[in-house]
């Protein structure tokens, strides 16, 4: 499979963001909580849609859906058409150098499951390290600690500085011989921090070692280049980037895809099946068994258009430009302690408000139509770090303006009042 050029993918990456015509773009924008206008500001949870993508899903269901892949019939190709055209559009965004490349899974959990089980049960053995963070998200280390478990791995774990900021000298230090794995995040879901992956990439191949990105939050906030970032797996979520749930991607480099085992066995993956034997297709289809997200996969890549259109480097501008501004407004704020100083961090806040439960804070805050997360954002062990059981945190997104930075602190203001 080759990746056509397509005339919509070629943008004016100078452009400004215009946020009033973006946030017109998104339905439940216009929505009320308890009679307040919402406030959305917990995107690196899940970000809402755009009418683009909720027409594109809406139109796959009422005008061409089917199975895809093994229909004669009209709407068989149809579906089929769209599906692929949707593998062929997430490669040309990552810039990956095939659709084949592009494996569709359920969210970047199952891709990262995927690695675990296919690459990892399949070239590690007892003894063999995997490297991970302190700052990594539970679907970035529950999958090794399976595998530690099945085969006898050894987990190695570097540590961040007060700031939220890798140490890259402790994970220069911890390659060895038995080194076999890195498994780090893109960006901190909780801190902001975006790791300098092509740095740690190329620390890694000088080592002989492969490396595996979660780019759930990074795909969304700092871009991905696979042909420049170099890494051997990156892994993200749909939901994240605008898109429907329900669909993650995988991509590969297409050496280590064809040498891995299938991840489970079913209907589509298989080339021919005996009772005697069955041999498998090659990727990306050995790893997408069963009927796969076929709608899910065309409102992704209607998302990866909404968002290539806008430009991503405008987004990231608007962006940066609010966690700036959220970050001044918030230290004005007597008592808000913020979580993440990294340079060149997301427009991620985890904050704790004095001595205030986050989860009572964030009451507060549900009740003036401000929507932001609470606890320990599937990230455990970094809080353990931080030495706290939980936070608040404020996450932004392109549809996201100064009014709503404005909304957020009136409405810590008012916390401290009713909860101090």
């Known amino acids: 499979m080759t990746m056509a050029k397509v005339a919509t993918d070629r943008i004016d990456q100078t452009a400004a963001l215009d ?48 199975n895809v892949h093994r ?30 490349e592009i494996i569709f899974t359920r969210n970047a959990t199952e891709a990262i499951n995927l690695v675990a089980a296919s690459y990892g049960r399949t070239f590690l053995a007892a003894g063999d390290e995997i490297v991970l963070t302190e700052m990594e ?34 994970l220069a230090a911890l390659f060895g011989p038995r080194t076999r794995l890195v498994a780090v995040t893109h960006c901190s879901n909780v801190l902001g921090t975006v790791n300098p992956v092509q740095e740690i990439v190329r620390l890694a191949h000088d080592h002989g070692v492969p490396v595996v990105v979660d780019g759930s939050q990074g795909i969304v906030h700092a871009g991905a280049d696979m042909q420049a970032m ?18 993650g991607v995988l991509y ?42 076929i709608v899910q996969a065309i409102g992704l890549a209607a998302a990866v258009r909404y968002v290539s259109a806008l430009g991503m480097d405008a987004i990231r501008a608007h962006e940066q430009a609010l966690l700036a501004e959220a970050t001044a407004a918030l230290e004005q704020v007597g008592g808000v302690r913020i979580f993440g100083r990294a340079p060149g961090k997301a427009a991620i806040i985890s904050f704790l408000v004095g001595s205030l439960h ?39 997104a392109l549809y996201n303006d100064g009014t709503d930075v404005e909304a957020l602190v009136k409405a810590i203001h008012k916390a401290k009042r009713l909860l101090g």
């Not at 480099?253 to 891995?260: A, P």
């Not at 993956?269 to 796969?292: C, L, N, Q």
């Not at 964030?362 to 990230?379: E, I, K, M, S």
């Open 19 to 66: 946020v009033a015509a973006a946030r017109a773009d998104f339905p439940i924008l216009k929505e009320t909580v308890y009679g307040r206008p919402l406030v959305y500001l917990d995107s690196a949870a899940s970000a809402q849609k755009p009418r683009a993508v909720l027409d594109a899903v809406q139109e796959a269901y009422e005008k061409r859906y089917s």
């Open 71 to 100: 229909g004669a019939h009209r709407l068989s190709q149809l579906a089929t058409d769209a599906f692929e055209e949707a593998r062929e559009t997430v490669a040309r965004f990552i810039n990956a150098r095939s659709a084949d």
């Open 137 to 170: 998200h539970h679907a970035n280390i529950v999958p090794w600690q399976l595998l530690r478990d099945q085969i006898g791995v050894v987990l190695r774990i570097v540590p961040i500085d007060d700031d939220g900021v890798l140490r890259l000298d402790s």
């Open 230 to 247: 170099d890494a051997d797996f990156y892994a993200f979520t749909g939901h994240k980037l605008y898109g429907p749930s329900g669909i």
């Open 252 to 293: 590969g480099k297409q050496d280590l895809l064809e040498r891995m085992p299938p991840y489970q066995g079913g209907g589509e993956m298989i080339d021919h099946v005996s009772f005697a034997k069955t041999t498998f297709k090659t990727p990306p289809h050995r790893f997408e068994a069963g009927t796969p997200p």
């Open 358 to 396: 986050p989860y009572d804070v964030a009451a507060v805050l549900d009740r003036d139509g401000v929507a932001v997360r609470v606890g320990q954002h599937c990230a455990e062990p970094l809080m353990a770090r931080l030495g706290v059981d939980g936070t608040a945190r404020a996450s932004f």
